[in-house]
């Protein structure tokens, strides 16, 4: 009877666990898809189809340890814009990138896409924390 | 019998081929038809517009003219350095034809600036350099915003003031040329395929007997 019990409570906590996960992946989904719209849109002229960048002008969106280094200001890039010196893939830029107002979901989404492609895996970057990541921005 | 409806279908084929290497593009822009007396005889021409004379200065500080053109097939486009929208794209594509075109001397591309006061020749030289382009194959033109609007007009563009949000207004084709300056295609420099069938038009070009001809 216990085992029963046990073994009861166990497949459902498998099966919560499960569902919960397919709901972050549903989430990862729909941020990706709708992001990479946003992308096309917003950033794609610049960025690349590739997100491989323009020469010395535009930096590429491939250096994973760059935007991993910088994922807290990644919102802040995009909604004040971004100026100055930065070293992406070994290479130095300096030049700017204007300020898109987009709304913090449509950050979200668009950031859980570039961290997602172009070789990137930094997993969901959501509304809560795009919605943090404002109030610091600088 | 056999060997005769062979030796047809080869002949055909060959013909096929043969006029499918003759193939020449098209002239574009306005005609006029022009009434000239040859040998006593009053003969109707066709005249095709042609790129009127000009002088512009690239990211070198160099005085460019259309006698820097002479006997050179070249592409033009319009843009300015700050622009937020399609020059990203249309650059990224023309690199290139940049690249494929970079070590033939009759071959050349002119990009002019439609934003001269802020595009000013340190700032053309600056982005020349970050865009990583060097020699001169590739010029960015500065020059008088009249003189710009007016070429652009030439070309089949329309270029004009900035727009309420402050934004310039071009359009983002290029434009290939002929050594007789005559218009020979536009393409959509933002799209991809377009500039690979400009890169392929300006090989078609360039083996046309006018232009091998003319110096």
Redesign the interface.
């Known amino acids: 009877m216990k085992i029963k019990v046990i073994g009861a409570i166990a497949i459902l906590l498998i099966v919560i666990g499960a569902s919960c996960q397919s709901d972050d992946q549903i989430e990862f989904k729909r941020y990706y898809s709708a992001g990479s719209l946003v992308y096309q849109q917003h950033c794609q002229?610049?960025h690349?189809d590739k997100g491989q960048g323009?020469?010395?002008?535009?930096p590429p969106l491939t250096d994973s340890t760059y935007l991993k280094n910088n994922k807290a200001t990644l919102a802040c890039f995009i909604k004040n814009g971004l100026k100055g010196k930065i070293t992406v893939a070994g290479r130095s830029f300096d030049?700017q990138m204007?300020a898109d107002d987009i709304a913090p979901l449509e950050i979200a989404k668009v950031l859980t896409y570039v961290a997602n492609s172009f070789g990137n895996k930094m997993g969901t970057i959501s509304l809560q924390q795009v919605q943090d990541d404002l109030k610091n921005c600088k | 019998m056999r060997k005769l409806w062979i030796g047809i279908v080869i002949l055909m084929l060959f013909n096929a081929c043969k006029s499918n290497t003759k193939t020449a593009l098209p002239i574009l822009g306005y005609k006029t038809p022009v009434t000239k007396t040859v040998n006593g005889k009053t003969v109707t021409d066709t005249e095709y517009a042609t790129i009127p004379p000009f002088k512009f200065v690239n990211q070198y500080a160099d005085t460019i003219t259309q006698k820097n053109l002479e006997g050179k097939i070249y592409v033009a486009d319009f843009f300015f350095t700050t622009c937020p929208s399609i020059c990203p794209v249309m650059h990224r594509n023309m690199l290139n034809v940049y690249k494929e075109f970079k070590d033939d001397d009759n071959f050349r591309i002119i990009s002019h600036t439609i934003d001269p006061k802020y595009d000013t020749v340190p700032v053309l030289k600056r982005y020349a350099d970050k865009l990583g382009i060097s020699g001169n194959t590739w010029w960015l033109l500065h020059g008088e915003k009249g003189d710009t609007y007016k070429i652009g007009k030439s070309y089949l563009q329309s270029v004009s003031e900035k727009n309420p949000k402050g934004e310039y207004i071009h359009d983002g084709f290029f434009i290939l040329i002929d050594k007789q300056k005559r218009i020979r295609g536009t393409y959509e420099g933002t799209d991809p395929a377009e500039v690979t069938k400009l890169i392929a038009d300006i090989k078609t070009l360039k083996a046309e007997p006018d232009q091998i001809a003319a110096k």
């Open positions: 002229n610049c690349g323009l020469s010395s002008l535009i030049d204007q």
